[in-house]
């Protein structure tokens, strides 16, 4: 599928499937949480579209919070430095939390923010990510709601950036090779 984004190289995952998809995973989540009250845990920035939607689409009733780790300091390459710019409001003690991410790459992010929430004592603990990019995985991480498998290419949209822009695109796009970073 083409664009005439200037940025965007082809369409990945139209805005359609991405809708149907992420209604398939709320009505799985609806079901496996049915008798509790799970909170949502967005992973900033570029959960937030997908988190959106999928707390539109769960038919449960849950809280959310948001924790913001960086590690790519705004290029496409991953660092593996991982820092929490910015932590929970409320405890998750005793509570069944979701980890709601946008992509899965190395797996150098998740693997910190599930050690870390582990020492928080939830009663459960569990990842749902949009996409999954296994081929490039450093180490492995137990995720168990995935949207879409993808392959080894940087990708924008649906909350998803490159240097903070293209967050906006209602669809899963390739980007043609940054300009910037052709000759490095
Ligand atoms: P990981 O630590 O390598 O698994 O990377 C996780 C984070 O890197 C994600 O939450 C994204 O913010 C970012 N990331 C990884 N791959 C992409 C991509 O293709 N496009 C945009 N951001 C990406």
């Not at 909170?39 to 999928?54: N, R, T």
């Not at 038919?59 to 290029?75: E, I, K, T």
């Not at 137990?142 to 209602?170: K, T």
Request: glycine residues 6%; hydrophobic residues 35%; proline residues 5%.
């Amino acid at each position: 599928m083409t664009t005439n984004h200037p940025a965007i190289d082809k369409i990945l995952i139209s805005k359609d499937t991405l809708q149907k998809r992420v209604q398939e995973l709320a009505k799985e989540i609806s079901q496996d949480y049915k008798n509790t009250c799970p909170v949502f845990i967005g992973v900033l920035k570029g959960s937030v579209m997908f988190l959106a939607d999928l707390m539109k689409n769960t038919a449960v009733d849950h809280s959310v919070d948001f924790l913001c780790p960086s590690s790519y300091a705004g290029g496409t390459k991953s660092t593996g430095i991982v820092r929490l710019l910015l932590d929970l409001r409320e405890s998750i003690e005793g509570k069944d939390v979701l980890l709601v991410e946008d992509i899965v790459d190395t797996g150098l992010t998740m693997n910190y923010l599930l050690e870390n929430l582990r020492t928080r004592r939830p009663r459960s603990l569990e990842i749902c990510t949009l996409l999954d990019k296994s081929s490039c995985r450093k180490v492995s991480v137990p995720i168990r709601y995935r949207g879409f498998e993808i392959p080894n290419e940087f990708v924008v949209g649906y909350g998803l950036d490159y240097r903070e822009l293209y967050r906006n695109l209602p669809y899963i796009g390739v980007m043609k090779p940054p300009k910037a970073e052709k000759n490095k």
